[in-house]
């Protein structure tokens, strides 16, 4: 029953801002970290972002540094995405995935730790 469902996918200009939510359900373990990651077209899926749901500490690669921001509310049910000043190239279908971890190792953070995936909300930067 573990589920992870996306939303808030948008056409938006580049520049505009959109905050995209991954509603979560069925976790039990106090271990674990969500990661947002974006498969752009005939491209690999790469993470955006990655917020550990046990210390809250967060992650964000140097292109999406400054710019985007992951947060989450005090009971835990849904992750944030805030997406600002989104360019041409943020285009892709975004995906939030849990990565379940070792409290004594810690989480990778990437797409290959990821243990379930959302179905992924379209996100489409144009003018």
């Known amino acids: 029953q573990l589920q992870l469902v996306e939303s808030g996918g948008d056409l938006v200009q580049p520049g505009g801002s959109l905050r995209l939510s991954c509603a979560l359900s069925?976790?039990?373990?106090?271990?674990?970290?969500i990661g947002w990651f974006r498969q752009a077209p005939e491209k690999g899926r790469e993470g955006v972002s990655c917020l550990n749901m046990n210390d809250f500490t967060t992650y964000y690669p140097d292109s999406v540094k400054d710019r985007f921001i992951v947060s989450t509310e005090s009971a835990k049910r849904t992750v944030y995405l805030q997406m600002n000043n989104l360019k041409t190239e943020s285009t892709g279908l975004y995906y939030c995935?849990?990565?379940?971890?070792?409290?004594?190792?810690?989480?990778?953070?990437?797409?290959?730790?990821?243990?379930?995936w959302g179905r992924g909300t379209q996100v489409n930067v144009s003018t």
């Open positions: 069925g976790f039990t373990s106090d271990y674990y970290a």
């Open positions: 995935g849990a990565e379940f971890f070792n409290p004594g190792f810690g989480t990778t953070c990437q797409v290959g730790g990821v243990n379930f």
